[in-house]
């Protein structure tokens, strides 16, 4: 049973990447440094845009953080209104609700300002209001009929490089489960990688959205199907998330840190929209809809488990990737490099202030959390694993984050 799970799973991954082989993932225009989304504005307002949809969260706006980017838009011309009702794991309601006062305020752009989850919603509010193609249509892979409004993002966290791919996930309420949107056309066309804009992010945010950017760039590092642009990406995203991580998290203020991860976060994402992902997101997404624990912190809490059984089987892929990062030397062997990324890994959560485990998750839960992750790492989406779980194997790695 188990090998018939394995070649169907490998089978649907090199499916993917055949098809990857003839989609073309555009690149958004990306503008970087301090200062860049004033930038991104001017050339919104040259874009000959006349009103924008701002999709945003309300703690983004009473931080007044919103109200200096679109006091940049009305400096040239642009209008804005503000949708800020976006709360972690969007979902459905919530998108529709965008769209519906996108239409009815006739704007003619979207622009996301916020983390992974405002970013998701935009994505599909700017397809589903420049097509009328309603956004449960648009499940599953290539299903969007029309590229839609066009489409600018600020990430004011790095972690879920959503600014560059072509993914959305948005959450089913009524079954709790996370869809998944994946489609070229949700690529953005400009984004502003502003650190000044991420100074005042939270250590503990700071924290779990950065270790998903990391987990993002190993598992895309991992992939079976990583090329050599992938790998080039991914891997420069793990060195700067080792070597500033840290920083970011103690001192927010620090520039040159919150840069470099905003920088790592958007590699991370241009390689993983590429490669997939791998099991640690299977369990994490499927953590986040049955807790709802938050997307960085159940990645962070899967991570070093899940490289723990990878390594006897990539242990040449993890060396490398313990060598882009700096971690060992070249004279261990490439199991014993492995071990030190994965160390490495877990040195970097436990200074970071990362949970080792979740009170939100009961023993009862384990059967089908762990069930539900293989369906969804073996199953349409074919995650392409260096190493294939068996049930046991994954309940074992579940009940490791339940509470001593
Ligand atoms: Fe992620």
């Known amino acids: 049973?188990?090998?018939?799970?394995?070649?169907?799973?490998?089978?649907?991954?090199?499916?993917?990447?055949?098809?990857?082989?003839?989609?073309?993932?555009?690149?958004?225009?990306?503008?970087?440094?301090?200062?860049?989304?004033?930038?991104?504005?001017?050339?919104?307002?040259?874009?000959?845009?006349?009103?924008?949809?701002?999709?945003?969260?309300?703690?983004?706006?009473?931080?007044?953080?919103?109200?200096?980017?679109?006091?940049?838009?009305?400096?040239?011309?642009?209008?804005?209104?503000?949708?800020?009702?976006?709360?972690?794991?969007?979902?459905?309601?919530?998108?529709?609700?965008?769209?519906a006062?996108?239409?009815?305020?006739?704007?003619?752009?979207?622009?996301?300002?916020?983390?992974?989850?405002?970013?998701?919603?935009?994505?599909?509010?700017?397809?589903?209001?420049?097509?009328?193609?309603?956004?449960?249509?648009?499940?599953?892979?290539?299903?969007v009929a029309k590229r839609g409004l066009p489409l600018y993002c600020i990430p004011t966290t790095a972690g879920t490089g959503s600014e560059a791919t072509m993914v959305s996930v948005i959450t089913d309420t009524a079954s709790s489960t996370k869809c998944f949107i994946v489609d070229p056309k949700l690529v953005p066309d400009a984004v502003a990688l502003d650190a000044s804009l991420m100074t005042g992010l939270p250590p503990a945010i700071t924290a779990a959205t950065g270790i998903d950017a990391l987990t993002h760039a190993i598992e895309s590092s991992l992939a079976t199907e990583a090329t050599e642009e992938t790998l080039k990406k991914s891997l420069a995203a793990t060195a700067m998330i080792f070597r500033y991580l840290e920083?970011?998290?103690?001192d927010g203020e620090n520039l040159e840190a919150r840069e470099a991860m905003a920088v790592a976060s958007c590699y991370a994402g241009a390689a993983f929209t590429v490669t997939n992902v791998g099991y640690v997101h299977g369990l994490a997404h499927q953590l986040g809809a049955l807790c709802h624990i938050p997307h960085g912190l159940a990645n962070a809490l899967f991570l070093p488990h899940v490289l723990d059984f990878y390594c006897d089987t990539a242990a040449p892929q993890m060396a490398r990737i313990a060598a882009a990062a700096d971690i060992g030397s070249d004279a261990d062997s490439d199991l014993e490099r492995a071990k030190k990324l994965v160390e490495a890994v877990r040195s970097l959560e436990d200074r970071i202030g990362v949970p080792k485990s979740s009170d939100a998750l009961k023993p009862e839960m384990v059967e089908e959390l762990a069930r539900r992750a293989l369906k969804e790492s073996h199953g349409l989406y074919g995650y392409p694993v260096p190493k294939y779980m068996r049930k046991a194997e994954c309940e074992a790695i579940v009940r490791k984050i339940l509470p001593a």
């Open 1 to 99: 049973m188990h090998f018939l799970i394995v070649l169907y799973s490998r089978i649907m991954a090199v499916l993917s990447h055949i098809t990857m082989k003839f989609i073309s993932v555009p690149s958004p225009m990306i503008y970087s440094g301090a200062g860049s989304a004033t930038a991104l504005c001017g050339a919104i307002g040259r874009f000959a845009c006349k009103r924008v949809l701002v999709v945003t969260d309300s703690v983004l706006v009473e931080l007044g953080l919103v109200g200096r980017v679109t006091a940049e838009l009305e400096k040239v011309g642009v209008a804005v209104e503000i949708y800020d009702a976006i709360l972690p794991d969007p979902d459905f309601l919530q998108v529709e609700g965008g769209i």
């Open 101 to 143: 006062l996108c239409r009815k305020m006739r704007c003619d752009a979207v622009l996301a300002i916020g983390g992974g989850s405002s970013l998701d919603a935009a994505k599909v509010i700017a397809v589903s209001a420049g097509s009328e193609q309603l956004p449960r249509k648009m499940e599953g892979f290539f299903k």
């Open 247 to 250: 920083t970011a998290v103690n």
